[in-house]
């Protein structure tokens, strides 16, 4: 199975545990990874075959503007399943990454694969 990869996203939203957290909005960092089989956009140049990466991109801005999560791990949940519903992506890895949370570390976060390949 082909992948179709985005990195290096990064989107801001309210996320957080702590009563700051819930008054600022905070950047997260995330890197996804998408089956998808690529030989029939490929075979005729054809875009609306394609996982239009730029189109994704646009739904994962405006699901995080819209987001007010605790946890990172609901984040990422709710992001992926979206994902796979309204694009019809059998298999995703989507990594999320939450810079600054430990001063110590240059990022924390989760990764988790939903689907089928």
Known sequence: MDR???EGLEVDTVIGAYDWEREIRQCLRLDLSFAWDNRKPAANDDLSLALDYATVSTRIQTFAQDAQ???VETFA????ALLMDEFQIPWLRLKLTKPGAVPAASGVGVEIERGCL
């Open 4 to 6: 179709v990869f985005i």
């Open 77 to 80: 949940e709710r992001l992926a």
């Open 69 to 71: 999560f605790i946890l």
